[in-house]
């Protein structure tokens, strides 16, 4: 480290740079995305949303930041979206890294991101920042001449364009909210109707109460989003995209370990299944228990005392209250022994690690073991998963 590096914000006349630094930590651009990646930087960068670091002049590290909306025990909270994080190899294990990414953590807390989750290239640097396991995101592999057979053959089913969007984004409200879904985006209207106006590689269908959205995956069909209000309708979508099975042998999912596909397919998904984990981290701790969803009719009053070396304003003593699907941290001026949480076990609870996993990883101490229960049914549920790859 020297007094010559400092945070900046990316301009457009560094994009090049950015590049090059991208090319050394995750291999060249293809030509043909170049174009596409240059526009994207852009909409970040006159937003706020690209950060970097500098040698004097020099772009050394970049790190963009996605305005996200994720679904937290079916509502939705912001969340700031860390990507492209790159550093320079010849300034890598100096300190680079973690200074670009505080500078990161503080724009995030600047605009008022209360979470900020990442797919990590290492856990070791993020794990040091406060971020810990929040999910995965799961392909499964079916074999399509199986979902071909599922029928629902009573289903109407239409192809489906950008003037579909909102509709869209009404049946997964009614389904992430009824099931309480954890770790999934929320993209959108404008986004998603440019995402199906490429009818050219994005294959849509429409029913009254489902869609999907599938693509091709070289000689395989791979399944990107799929809704279904019914079992009639999960039915019918799975065995459009399995209608393929002619020329693609394989269908590969993300979906929800929990996705009523397991159930009703034949035969068992592939047992090489694909997973990524990505990391989570709470920014603003009151706004994101008040914006999350709860487990309903736990009642819950809970001291916690967090340590949080990067977010010095969460460290204290805080009293935690759910109630009626809903949660509240406050300080709290209490005495006596408290379940102690550090910025990692405090991120791992919320996205539905158990306490006893906690505990059991140094993540969580103190307290009472035997109301760890209420808490696990509180923050609990269907596992954290995401359709997307950022």
Do not use: C
């Amino acid at each position: 480290m020297t007094d010559a590096l400092r945070l900046v914000d990316i301009t457009e006349d560094q994009l090049d740079a950015v590049l090059r630094v991208r090319a050394r930590s995750f291999g060249p651009l293809p030509g043909s995305s170049r174009e596409q990646w240059h526009k994207d930087a852009v909409e970040f960068l006159e937003d706020g949303r690209y950060v970097g670091v500098v040698d004097g002049d020099e772009v050394i590290a970049a790190a963009r930041i996605w305005d996200f909306r994720q679904w937290w025990g079916g509502r939705q909270v912001p969340m700031a979206g860390i990507a492209g994080v790159v550093v320079s190899p010849e300034y890598r294990g100096r300190g680079v890294g973690s200074m670009l990414m505080r500078g990161v953590l503080q724009r995030s807390i600047d605009r008022g991101f209360p979470l900020t989750a990442l797919y990590p290239a290492t856990t070791v640097i993020y794990r040091k920042l406060g971020y810990e396991f929040g999910g995965g995101r799961y392909r499964f592999s079916f074999q399509a001449a199986d979902l071909r057979s599922l029928g629902g053959r009573g289903v109407d089913i239409r192809r489906a364009g950008p003037a579909d969007a909102g509709r869209f984004l009404e049946l997964v409200a009614e389904a992430h909210e009824g099931g309480r879904a954890s770790g999934v985006l929320g993209w959108p209207e404008a986004k998603v109707a440019e995402w199906l106006a490429d009818d050219e590689d994005v294959f849509a269908y429409l029913a009254d109460d489902g869609f999907v959205v599938y693509n091709w995956d070289g000689n395989n069909l791979r399944v990107d989003e799929l809704i279904a209000h019914s079992e009639t309708t999960a039915r019918a979508l799975w065995a459009t995209v399995g209608s393929g099975s002619s020329t693609a042998r394989t269908v590969h999912a993300y979906i929800s370990p929990n996705d009523p596909v397991h159930l009703l397919a034949q035969l068992e998904a592939d047992k090489e299944t694909h997973v990524q984990h990505w990391m989570l981290r709470l920014l603003d701790a009151p706004a994101a228990i008040a914006a999350r969803g709860f487990a309903p009719g736990v009642v819950a009053e809970v001291d916690l005392w967090l340590d949080d070396a990067e977010v010095p304003a969460h460290s204290g003593r805080w009293h935690l209250s759910v109630a009626d699907g809903s949660g509240k941290l406050m300080p709290s001026e209490g005495t006596g022994d408290v379940l102690r949480l550090g910025s990692r076990g405090l991120s791992a609870l919320y996205a539905g690690t158990p306490l006893a996993t906690l505990r059991g990883s140094g993540l969580a101490s103190g307290g009472s073991v035997a109301a760890d229960g209420v808490l696990d049914t509180a923050f609990g549920g269907a596992p954290a998963y995401m359709l997307d790859f950022f």
